[in-house]
């Protein structure tokens, strides 16, 4: 159990165009789920926490417009990345808040490429 | 200074040694403690929560001091397939489940 897909898994896009990542929690409820971005070598930074049915809270440096997150549902959360640049090519990772057990489950990652 | 500090590593060590890797935090108040285990280009993996009194795993076994503000992780008999970056993650708000990872140490074990 506790199993998180995101999809796509990896995708390549040219500049200025947009990209929606998704992240499901296959088999349990999640009202809170996270999106992290890691750069090559460096650590998995949170960029926002999403939470179902409500707005987005994002992190400092982090831009909203740019970075859209939509909750629609106890079980997806989507990551839209608007007018993409090479310098957003990065690896996005989703978590998902388990509501009964608490903890966090990761997704398998989305590999952005921006060219 | 970042909240969650890690020595970057490499660590290169030899099949059958024992590794102890630290991760110093600067919130006081955090609350909750975990190491993770991350594999090239896939996702972290929780390898198991710290907790003050200590807690073991099998070959591993993990130690938070508070009053130092660190946590440890401690591999024994280390293995080919211990070779990965391993990170350390604080939750510093209660209430509020936000992960703040280090930037993880790369461990590679040689045979």
């Known amino acids: 159990g506790a199993v998180v897909s995101q999809h796509p898994s990896w995708v390549i896009c040219k500049s200025g165009t947009s990209v929606k990542i998704e992240c499901r929690s296959l088999d349990f409820q999640a009202t809170t789920m996270f999106w992290y971005r890691q750069f090559p070598k460096q650590s998995l930074m949170l960029m926002a926490t999403?939470?179902?049915?409500?707005?987005?809270?994002?992190e400092q440096g982090v831009e909203k417009d740019k970075f859209l997150i939509n909750h629609a549902s106890l079980t997806l959360s989507t990551l839209t990345v608007t007018s993409a640049h090479p310098e957003d090519s990065s690896f996005y990772i989703c978590?998902?808040?388990?509501?009964?057990?608490?903890?966090?489950?990761f997704g398998p990652g989305t590999r952005l490429t921006v060219t | 200074r970042k909240e969650v500090e890690q020595d970057p590593g490499p660590f290169n060590v030899p099949e059958g040694a024992t590794v102890a890797f630290n991760c110093t935090y600067s919130?006081?108040?955090?609350?909750?403690f975990f190491w993770y285990r991350q594999d090239c280009r896939k996702e972290p993996k929780l390898l198991m929560s710290?907790?003050?009194s200590g807690n073991e795993d099998g070959r591993f076994t993990a130690q938070l001091n508070r009053a130092s503000q660190y946590i440890s992780l401690l591999i024994r008999d280390s293995k080919l397939s211990d070779s990965a970056t391993y990170l350390c993650a604080v939750i510093s708000n209660f209430g509020n489940e936000k992960l703040t990872f280090g930037t993880g140490t790369r461990l590679t074990i040689i045979p």
């Open positions: 999403s939470n179902e049915g409500s707005k987005a809270t994002y």
């Open positions: 978590s998902a808040l388990s509501v009964s057990s608490y903890e966090q489950y």
């Open positions: 710290v907790y003050s």
């Open positions: 919130n006081s108040a955090s609350q909750s």
